[in-house]
């Protein structure tokens, strides 16, 4: 096979990605700011454009958006943050008494299963599973657990990301213009074009999970402080953080609400089951395909393959960002594909 001036130009272009993805590699960990920002400007680009459809200088639109959040922000936290603040103090309260509750439960169902007529080599290959099962979820709860107390650990980072993302957005056109300036013209358009793909699905898996995360977060505490279950916004704010994670998210966060509930009554258990089970429908069915739509483009079974392989190579952030990192890629080699052919 006889190498062209498109077969060089690939090449290139592909050694260039892989220099520059292994030198952010190597930088990773003072990465996160400027990261945080990318995403808010990312975020709340559309809402300065639209403001200035309206009159107002960039500058303004994005000074008048931030007074909004830091508004929202304030006036969302001193209703919601002594309820937050609340919960977790009872939690830490309660937390021997239903780990006692949970301890007698765990014993009861084991006399009952241990007095069962299964034959015993599938009662220790049960066993065997549950155990490994109990090793995985408190491996995941630990890793959980230590990255959010890394990102606590990381505050100046985070009170640097306003500033950041200010610059992001007020010069958010030059940067567009700088980056399409390096591009060489012959193929200018099939960046432009890229890009193009590349900002839908990133509205889809960025701006629809985080919005479809919030609903589900809201209507988990509403449910659950409608039947009364305890620590109600917590769990709800834990279940809409979870449900980021596409498809397991909605799964692993129904899990405190109903053991929760089973320590309390089997009845209180079903009902917490059945108000999963129809939020996670509505997700499915309405919420999701209205906000999300076809936007990122791949398949179920693509989705958990990269879930899991994004969780096995970088655990939780793994799970979070291997699907985007999926639907980035298949736009990436698709419009590379055609600059070959």
């Given amino acids: ?18 220099i520059t993805v292994y030198f952010f590699w190597l930088v990773r960990s003072g990465l996160y700011p400027f990261i945080i920002a990318f995403l808010l400007a990312y975020l709340l680009n559309p809402a300065v454009c639209y403001l200035e459809t309206k009159g107002l200088s960039r500058t303004l639109a994005i000074l008048v958006l931030y007074i ?10 001193t209703h919601l943050v002594p309820i937050f603040i609340r919960d977790l103090e009872s939690f830490s309260k309660e937390l021997p008494h239903i780990l006692e509750k949970g301890e007698e ?19 220790i290959a049960i066993d065997n599973s549950i155990l490994s099962l109990q090793q995985s979820v408190q491996a995941f709860v630990g890793e959980l657990v230590n990255g959010i107390m890394g990102l606590i650990t990381h505050f100046i980072g985070f009170a640097i990301t306003p500033i950041l993302s200010f610059y992001l957005l007020h010069d958010w ?6 980056l399409h300036s390096l591009i060489p013209c012959r193929l200018r358009q099939d960046f432009a074009l890229a890009l193009k793909d590349i900002d839908k699905v990133l509205s889809g898996v960025i701006r629809g999970q985080i919005t ?20 109600a916004l917590l769990i709800g704010i834990s279940a809409g953080l979870l449900d980021i994670i596409p498809y397991f998210g909605a799964f692993i966060g129904a ?4 053991t929760l509930a089973l320590l309390d009554s089997p009845l209180l258990a079903v009902k917490v089951i059945v108000l999963f089970f129809v939020i996670h429908q509505l997700e499915g ?12 483009g791949l398949h179920p079974l693509t989705v958990i393959f990269f879930l899991f392989a994004g ?19 298949k736009v990436v080699i698709k419009h590379s594909i055609k600059l070959l052919i």
């Fill in 105 to 123: 439960l765990f014993y009861l169902i084991q006399i009952r299963y241990q007095n069962s007529v299964l034959p015993y080599s599938i009662r």
């Fill in 173 to 178: 056109q030059a940067i567009k213009e700088g």
């Fill in 1 to 18: 096979m006889q190498l062209t001036k498109k077969h060089v130009r690939f090449i290139i272009i592909c050694l260039f990605v892989f």
């Fill in 255 to 258: 899990a405190p609400a109903i």
């Fill in 285 to 296: 069915s309405i919420i999701g395909p209205k906000i999300l739509g076809e936007n990122v």
């Fill in 212 to 231: 479809i995360a919030i609903i589900v977060g809201m209507l988990v505490s509403s449910g659950l402080y409608f039947f009364n279950v305890p620590f």
């Fill in 68 to 77: 909004a959040l830091f508004v929202i922000i304030v006036v969302g936290g």
């Fill in 311 to 329: 969780g096995e190579l970088f655990g939780v952030a793994g799970m979070l960002l291997g699907v985007p990192a999926a639907a980035i890629g």
